[in-house]
């Protein structure tokens, strides 16, 4: 009898063991599975879609890469050509004033023009205004009036063309001269002093003209810059004697002055009876003509401020040394 309560309690004790496999541990290992799949779902389809996303930065990189290398190439071709083509056209243009004496007034005026337009920043052009000056346009009364301001004209969109670039890195003022007074006072007539401030250096300008030069349209100018240094605010003076004509061109025609700056005069106007003048000063970097630095002011820079004067920044000018 005591047998079969412990048979049939084991047996009991088996259903519930059964029963509660089937009822709670079975739905919950299907739950567990369903978890551990959508998990493993969701983590896969986030690492399909970093890799996907890596490998579309990667060939983004490359495509953007090709394309600055492509681009880089379509330049450096365009650029060549460019050269080509302005060294052609340059040749060109120095040949027909080579041979100015069998070339008419037309052709030559078109071409100064070509060169002037662009070639101006590049080197001196002033020999070639005289040249058609003196060769094609003397006397300058006469049929040739209308050549003469022709090239005027052409000089005035050069020069007025380069005070725009460098007016916007430094600074300039404007002066009216009566021509009446040079000629009564037989000397010289001293301008308005102008003091201006460039790159933290100020500067005292003090002008006179001397003479005018109707015949060839130029003025003679005495310019005098003031420039205090040390901590005692000595001044530095400097002096130079200059013409100024039609045909100077800023960005080449200027003058060399300290802390690697320049200095230009530019004879806007002249009629009988005024002239108007344009004074600019502004940084080296902006002049036209590159050359070598001076040993002597590349010392002098490195013992104010440590630092070397950069090549690019000495263009040809006058020393007022």
């Not at 983590?43 to 990189?61: D, I, P, V």
């Amino acid at each position: 009898m005591e047998n079969k309560r412990q048979k049939k309690q084991k047996k009991s004790t088996h259903v519930n063991i059964k029963d509660i496999i089937t009822c709670y541990i079975s739905p919950l290992g299907s739950i567990v599975v369903a978890i551990a799949i959508g998990v493993s779902g969701f983590l896969g389809s986030s690492y399909l879609r970093e890799k996907a996303a890596a490998r579309a930065h990667t060939e983004k990189g490359y495509l953007t890469v090709e394309a600055l290398r492509i681009y880089s190439e379509l330049m450096s071709k365009r650029e060549e050509a460019d050269n080509v083509l302005r060294e052609d056209m340059f040749r060109s243009i120095i040949k027909s004033f080579s041979a100015a004496e069998k070339v008419s007034i037309e052709e030559l005026l078109l071409n100064l023009r070509l060169l002037a337009y662009n070639f101006n920043e590049t080197f001196n052009i002033k020999p070639f205004f005289l040249l058609l000056l003196n060769k094609k346009l003397i006397p300058y009364d006469g049929p040739n009036d209308e050549y003469l301001e022709d090239l005027e004209n052409i000089a005035c969109y050069i020069i007025t063309k380069q005070l725009w670039v460098l007016e916007e890195g430094g600074v300039c003022f404007f002066r009216t001269i009566d021509l009446d007074l040079i000629n009564q006072n037989q000397a010289c007539l001293l301008l308005k002093d102008e003091t201006r401030t460039l790159e933290g250096i100020e500067r005292n300008f003090r002008i006179a003209a001397l003479e005018v030069n109707k015949e060839k349209k130029e003025i003679k100018f005495r310019l005098e810059i003031r420039t205090p240094k040390g901590p005692d605010h000595e001044l530095d003076i400097r002096v130079v004697e200059l013409w100024v004509g039609l045909f100077d061109f800023p960005m080449i025609d200027n003058i060399r002055i300290s802390h690697n700056q320049r200095c230009a005069m530019v004879l806007n106007h002249l009629s009988e009876t005024t002239a108007d003048v344009t004074f600019v000063v502004f940084p080296g970097a902006l002049a036209g003509i590159i050359e070598k630095p001076y040993y002597q002011e590349a010392v002098q820079n490195i013992l104010e401020t440590g630092n070397f004067l950069k090549e690019e920044g000495f263009e040809k000018s006058w020393s007022l040394k």
